[in-house]
């Protein structure tokens, strides 16, 4: 599979730079973690000699106690790298919101600069936050980037950490979708992570203790 040898999504968050929002300490706070990717590689031979695109979108999402929901391997025909990375985010945000609560507190994974910072700008703008520079989404991405904003509005917190492609498990998903179109037929899961409170246990000195002590 393709996360095979790789770190878990919470652990990559918790290891990777949060562009313009201060990176907290409980990132065990985020409830579900999604990563996406999206790829474009120009096939020559199309008419008029233009390149015709052909690439796809990667999609993993999981709980913070990294427990899989969802995988997806889909290929796609984007214009460009920036169209496709646009896309994935659409695409996961919206499998996401199918799965998870409103109050969700999700962590976003993406190895695009841009996107990354475009992301947590929309979540300060969200908040009236005063620190206000303009987001510059490139021309063709309008339509996806208005629904990334909306998924964005609808989760109670967002935020997006800026990773690696080379441990993006996205990746492979979304540069080889032939390989991968298998994941696309797992069974839907709608997996609640654990209530951290449920795993507290006693100090020694009192779980040693007997009832009359």
Not at 173 to 202: F, G, W
Request: include cysteine; charge should be negative; charged fraction near 25%.
């Amino acid at each position: 599979m393709a996360a095979y040898g790789r770190p878990s999504l919470r652990d990559l968050f918790d290891e990777s730079p949060t562009p313009h929002i201060a990176h907290p300490p409980r990132t065990h706070h985020r409830d579900f973690y999604l990563a996406t990717d999206g790829s474009y590689r120009g096939r020559s031979g199309a008419v008029g000699g233009e390149d015709d695109p052909d690439g796809g979108l990667g999609v993993v999402i999981e709980t913070r106690d990294g427990e899989r929901v969802a995988r997806l391997s889909v290929a796609d025909s984007a214009p460009d790298n920036n169209v496709a990375e646009y896309r994935a985010l659409h695409l996961g945000l919206d499998v996401l919101a199918a799965r998870a609560p409103d109050d969700a507190r999700i962590g976003v994974l993406i190895d695009h600069d841009d996107l990354a910072g475009n992301v947590n700008q929309a979540v300060l703008d969200s908040r009236g936050a005063d620190w206000n520079p303009a987001v510059s989404v490139p021309r063709a991405t309008t339509y996806h980037w208005r629904g990334i904003r909306a998924r964005i509005n609808g989760f109670d917190e967002i935020r997006a950490a800026r990773i690696s492609g080379d441990v993006n498990p996205a990746h492979p998903l979304a540069n080889a979708p032939d390989q991968y179109a298998h994941v696309n037929h797992e069974p839907d899961r709608c997996v609640i992570p654990k209530d951290p409170t449920e795993q507290q246990v006693p100090p020694p000195s009192r779980s040693d203790r007997g009832a009359s002590d």
